[in-house]
């Protein structure tokens, strides 16, 4: 059910999103603000989002299921942005942390506790977020902007993204 409401919620973003940007080439600065604002609410909750799967350190079975909840949020919020400037990045990236913690989580009810692979695995996921942070300020922001919170509706220099969600298809 939860699952359902978060699909359809982020039906609804997409939507909105969509119908944003269709606005924003026809009808010039205006919607440029508004679209900048919806990318901007998008960058916040994604980056508080993922504060908040680095606050759990610890590998438990519920620190998996609070960080599952999280990127949960995380993917509704990259396609929002993906769509928005264009490039499809964060919604990869998300997807792969996801995949990450369902194994995760499968291999726990597996063997019934986790091993140290996963606990290895678990930390490099959680050093790659927390990498990945200053990466997002770096390549969605606009540098020096007022209050350092004015969205880049064109992004450039992502190398360093696309980099960081290869290594996390390696594993």
């Known amino acids: 059910m939860k699952k359902s409401y978060m699909i359809f919620m982020a039906l609804i973003l997409v939507i909105i999103t ?3 940007i269709f606005s924003y080439k026809t009808e010039g600065e205006e919607a440029k603000v ?3 604002s919806v990318v901007g609410n998008s960058l916040f909750k994604l980056l508080d989002n993922y504060d908040a799967i680095l606050s759990s350190k610890e590998l438990s079975i519920d620190s998996i299921r609070e960080i599952d909840k999280n990127l949960t949020s995380i993917e509704v919020s990259s396609g929002v ?6 490039q499809e990045l964060l919604s990869p990236i998300a997807n792969n942390l996801l995949k ?4 995760l989580e499968n291999r726990y009810y597996k063997n019934k506790q986790f091993t140290e692979q996963d606990k290895e695995k678990y930390q490099k ?3 790659e977020i927390d990498t990945m942070i200053p990466l997002i300020y770096k390549v969605y922001y606009v540098p ?3 209050e ?3 969205p880049k509706l064109q992004i450039e220099n992502f190398d360093e993204l696309k980099t960081l969600n290869n290594r996390l298809i390696e594993d």
Do not use: H, Q
């Open 18 to 20: 969509v119908l944003i």
């Open 34 to 36: 508004t679209l900048e």
């Open 81 to 86: 942005i993906d769509l928005a400037v264009g």
């Open 100 to 103: 990450i913690m369902n194994d």
């Open 125 to 127: 996921a959680i050093t």
């Open 144 to 146: 020096n902007s007022k």
């Open 148 to 150: 350092g919170a004015e």
